[in-house]
């Protein structure tokens, strides 16, 4: 469905403030996957997804997505397919909005025309959507009205409702209390089995990324260090995934570390 | 003369709508409207002057202002350069492009040819000259408003809506927000445009410089307007636009008329309007505190309520 071939990205190429946040990145992604990525901060989790989505050009390599190459596509062309939620929950939906106008939006991808969709028959069916999250009489109120919690909800849900077939979700509940997180988490779960979506999901919790998803890829220092899926995946515990990554990153930086030490 | 005021300032009105298109629906800082205002009238002026009828001058008038601010868009969406800057350098060109449109004249007077203000009274002959004025353009911005809202509760307006307050959500739609703004600010400048075209058949000339300050003396009326009411109701928006433009007009009349009891002059106003816009925007602060306040407390009565049913179930 998605592969991506020797992809690099190097920011500020050619300054000291040079950086090369993806080396060669070798990744195909089979319809149907659901991969959670782990890493910990500047491993390069959020500059794969924005290549993928197409937020800035890569450096080098390409990028297919169901047999066409997309590697020049700009991001907003991408998004007709890939569906992307990110942490800040205030970037899904316009604050400055009403919740059914918000809707009537994402309700079809693409330009829009000058046709007036939104009638009292769509405002039922968008009561009816929004029931699953207790919004369903708030239709009118603005969205930045809503709580973050809210707000990531109603993000998800309309992104549910514009199909996309493959779904980026860049932390998406790392910013909500517990709650309100387990209430995305549970809506995302059964957003993507309802409809079978390609998912890539960047998480900070180790346990979840063992339990949730069919796939799961680590990524350190602009690499993809560990890539495990099916039975091997099952297998996991977070003692073995922190061992794991010990002993890769020794590997790499034993050198390093006698450079750096002088005793 | 009273009459006046409302003329003025319906005329006035319709600048302000194009303002609000840009500043609060898209927002997009555009300086454009200053060489806009003043292009509408020159075309305006000098397609009547050749003997080309009213409506189809205003036509011109409203595409001129159109292409006036696709080119900002344009110059924002290729260059990467931010919209504030784009607008400057359109305008700074219109005002050599304005004295090219008046045949390198600074003004050109509308004399011994038909306007639509000669023209309404003898349209309206059973109302007096200046309430037939009145009326026909109280029509005529109604009909212009009544587009406008229209235009943003289609699906088109809704999304535009949606890139003033978040443009990623926008891009995530899979729509291209360059398009946009290329309408956006097209739509903007033609109406402001359009409204310059009224004002020169209204006050009987065109003028280069008639479009210096627009852009501040349209800030304070749309602050003006939403001191009125609250709401995100797209016609409810245009109409307080519509009433913050007249209330501005008539601020300025009565400083003509009694401002010298405070040793205040003409000379003086632009500093008053721009003190206007920085008290309305530190009272809107202020404001939008209190709201965020009423809305927490409202969150926690619901939050209230929902306990007490619970704790009844």
């Given amino acids: 469905m998605l592969t991506l071939e020797n992809i690099t990205k190097v920011f500020y190429p050619g300054t000291v403030n040079e950086k090369a946040a993806l080396i060669d990145i070798n990744l195909h992604i089979n319809k149907g996957d659901v991969v959670c990525i782990i890493g910990s901060n500047g491993s390069g989790k959020s500059t794969l997804f924005n290549i993928i989505a197409g937020t800035y050009p890569v450096t080098n390599g390409t990028i297919t997505f169901d047999g066409v190459d997309i590697t020049g596509k700009a991001e907003y062309r991408r998004a007709m397919t890939i569906g992307r939620i990110f942490q800040d929950p205030t970037k899904g939906t316009a604050a400055n909005m009403s919740v059914e106008d918000n809707m009537i939006t994402a309700e079809t991808k693409g330009m829009k025309r000058l046709k007036i969709s939104l009638n009292n028959a769509k405002r ?18 603005n969205v930045g009205l809503l709580s973050g919690g809210q707000r990531q909800a109603l993000t998800l849900l309309m992104t549910a409702m514009s199909r996309p077939k493959m779904l980026l979700l860049d932390e998406h509940t790392a910013a909500l209390d517990p709650r309100n997180a387990q209430i995305v988490m549970d809506l995302t ?34 690499r993809i ?7 091997e995946k099952k297998d996991l515990t977070v003692d073995k995934l922190v061992r794991l990554f010990r002993d890769i990153r020794k590997k790499t930086y034993a050198t390093d570390a006698a450079l750096l030490t002088t005793d | 003369m009273i009459e006046g005021i409302f003329v003025d300032g319906l005329i006035f009105s319709l600048m302000v709508i194009g303002i609000l298109i840009s500043y609060r629906i898209l927002d997009f800082a555009d300086l454009t409207c200053d060489g806009s205002v003043a292009t509408g009238a020159a075309v305006a002026t000098m397609a009547i002057v050749s003997g080309v009828p009213i409506s189809i001058a205003l036509v011109f008038a409203f595409v001129s202002g159109v292409i006036a601010g696709m080119v900002t868009a344009a110059i924002h969406n290729k260059l990467k350069i931010p919209g504030l800057l784009a607008g400057i350098l359109t305008m700074t060109m219109l005002y050599s492009i304005n004295l090219r449109i008046l045949g390198n004249k600074a003004n050109v007077p509308l004399l011994r040819v038909q306007t639509l203000y000669t023209k309404l009274p003898a349209f ?3 109302f007096k000259p200046e309430i037939a004025s009145l009326v026909g353009t109280l029509l005529f911005v109604l009909v212009v408003k009544s587009l406008v809202d229209l235009w943003f509760r289609t699906d088109l307006g809704v999304s535009m809506g949606a890139m003033g307050g978040n443009e990623q959500m926008v891009i995530s739609q899979g729509i291209n927000p360059d398009v946009l703004k290329l309408m956006g600010i097209g739509l903007s400048n033609g109406l402001i445009a359009l409204s310059g075209g009224l004002l020169a058949q209204y006050q009987g000339f065109a003028d280069a410089n008639l479009g210096q300050g627009m852009v501040v ?23 307080r636009a519509i009433f913050g433009a007249i209330i501005y007009k008539a601020l300025l009349f009565f400083g003509r008329k009694y401002g010298y009891l405070v040793n205040i002059t003409p000379n003086d106003f632009k500093l008053l309007t721009g003190i206007l816009v920085i008290v309305s925007l530190f009272i809107a602060q202020g404001r939008s505190a209190a709201s965020s306040r009423g809305a927490r407390k409202k969150a926690l009565a619901r939050k209230t309520a929902q306990e007490e049913t619970d704790a009844y179930a």
């Fill in chain 1, 189 to 222: 779960e059964r957003f993507i089995s309802e409809q079978k979506l390609t998912a890539l999901m960047v998480t900070h919790n180790m346990q979840f990324a063992i339990d949730f998803g069919t796939r799961l890829i680590m990524m350190d220092e602009g």
């Fill in chain 2, 124 to 126: 309206f002959s059973f």
């Fill in chain 2, 217 to 239: 003396q349209g800030l304070a009326a749309i602050m003006i307007g939403e001191f009125l009411f609250s709401s995100n109701r797209i016609s409810l928006i245009t109409l």
């Fill in chain 1, 225 to 231: 260090i560990l890539d495990v899926s099916g039975e």
């Fill in chain 1, 124 to 141: 039922e069916e968008f009561r009816e959507i929004l029931k699953q999250i207790g919004l369903d009489d708030r239709l009118k109120d």
